[in-house]
């Protein structure tokens, strides 16, 4: 059976992996010319996450890329008091496996991880898909699948070519999200230095093995932003606007703008369908199902989607009418979940008073200081994302005896 995968960053290559496991033939189409190092923010892996990525066989290297933030400065806008909070404390009350990693580092782990396996096109992307599964594509000639996953983002191509606009299904939380690469000048390794005031939040992190560090910049907007999502300038223009004169560090950070070698910038949206799925076609990820980029644990439920997806179909032996339904099924008490989470979050990390602000800097300090079991029970009480991201089950999915088993690497796939 081929099934076609568009997107190679997180939830593309695990599906790809698991599906190869039970004997699907896999191609993976990306729109990049290469595997994606695109810059990007760090990203956490909760214990399900991390459960699945040792059964793949790369959490070794998965832990060997871990960012090791433990620390993290507080900075109040309009105090002069910085507030000291040990991270290590509170990841461990979040969770009992937990990993902060670089996006692209993640991205680069899962593909190593069924390269040899798959077959992967770089620098094309899909056109159009029919009924029947034939699928066009910009540059490769026709081709025919019997499944096509979006495996392609918050701004899937797929989703857009089965479903229609993305307006249709996205809800603005009312916040932004910008993040740009700059020089570790301050030779940051494991430490967030955070400033926080009314309706904008900002930190900035490296990590030694980075060389170079990350700004991530959130801000809240009650209107939707004039911008298109091709047009960095005025992206850039935006986030100077939306921080400007918080604090002379900020400054600093801001005037890498035009330097940056990698920027990004979005809204925090969340996708809203009542259904993933539309004959041979089906969504993984934040294609389907994105509770919002930077605050609602996308990338573990993206790693445990694609897992599922893989498992439904073999135990339906691919048959797709009862597989996807099955995924949806067994994803949709997640995906409420995370939508839950991330809303809490945005609350939690852009507060609207200064009331917000001393309370997010007090209450860190106060988890860090309490020793583990009290700061365990506080976080999981006050916060919704502990008790998703630890609570979320996977089933076992053996291999399916069925099932058409692998393909030689590099043949083609129809």
């Not at 909070?85 to 991880?113: C, N, P, Q, W």
């Amino acid at each position: 059976m081929r099934i076609l995968v568009s997107g190679a960053s997180v939830a593309g290559p695990v599906l790809a992996y698991w599906l190869t496991r039970h004997g699907f033939l896999v191609t993976v189409v990306e729109r990049a010319p290469n595997p994606r190092r695109t810059g990007g923010h760090a990203v956490d892996l909760f214990r399900p996450a991390m459960d699945i990525s040792e059964k793949m066989g790369v959490l070794p290297r998965v832990e060997e890329r871990a960012t090791g933030t433990s620390r993290m400065t507080v900075h109040q806008e309009r105090s002069r008091r910085p507030v000291p909070v040990d991270l290590s404390k509170i990841f461990g009350a979040t969770s009992d496996r937990h990993v902060e990693i670089m996006r692209d580092d993640l991205s680069e782990i899962y593909y190593g991880a069924a390269r040899d396996d798959v077959e992967y096109i770089f620098d094309d992307s899909i056109t159009a898909i029919s009924p029947d599964g034939e699928v066009l594509f910009e540059n490769a000639p026709p081709r025919r699948f019997d499944l096509v996953v979006g495996a392609d983002g918050l701004h899937s191509n797929v989703r857009r070519l089965t479903f229609g606009d993305e307006s249709r299904f996205s809800s603005f939380t009312g916040a932004y999200l910008g993040v740009l690469t700059l020089p570790n000048v301050s030779g940051l390794d494991g430490e967030l230095l955070m400033h926080v005031g009314v309706g904008r939040t900002v930190g900035m992190y490296g990590a030694r093995h980075l060389g170079d560090a990350r700004a991530l910049f959130l801000f809240r907007s009650e209107r939707e932003l004039d911008y298109h999502h091709h047009d960095v300038p005025r992206q850039k223009a935006l986030l100077r606007r939306a921080f400007d004169g918080m604090h002379p560090d900020v400054d600093r950070w801001l005037n890498e703008l035009d330097r940056t070698p990698a920027f990004y910038f979005d809204s925090i949206t969340q996708l809203r369908m009542d259904t993933w799925s539309w004959g041979r076609v089906t969504l993984v990820g934040d294609a389907g199902y994105c509770p919002g980029p930077a605050v609602g644990g996308s990338t573990s439920l993206a790693v445990v989607g694609a897992c599922v997806l893989a498992g439904e179909l073999a135990r339906a032996d691919g048959d797709h009418e009862r597989a996807f339904p099955a995924y949806e099924r067994a994803m949709a008490e997640h995906v409420r979940g995370s939508r839950e989470s991330a809303l809490s979050a945005v609350k939690t990390l852009i507060p609207i008073s200064r009331l917000g602000v001393r309370g997010l800097a007090q209450g860190a300090r106060l988890i860090s200081a309490l020793p583990a079991g009290p700061s365990r029970a506080l976080l999981r009480r006050t916060t919704r994302s502990a008790r998703l991201h630890n609570s979320m089950t996977i089933d076992d999915y053996p291999p399916s005896p069925t099932a058409s088993r692998g393909r030689t690497p590099g043949s083609p796939a129809a």
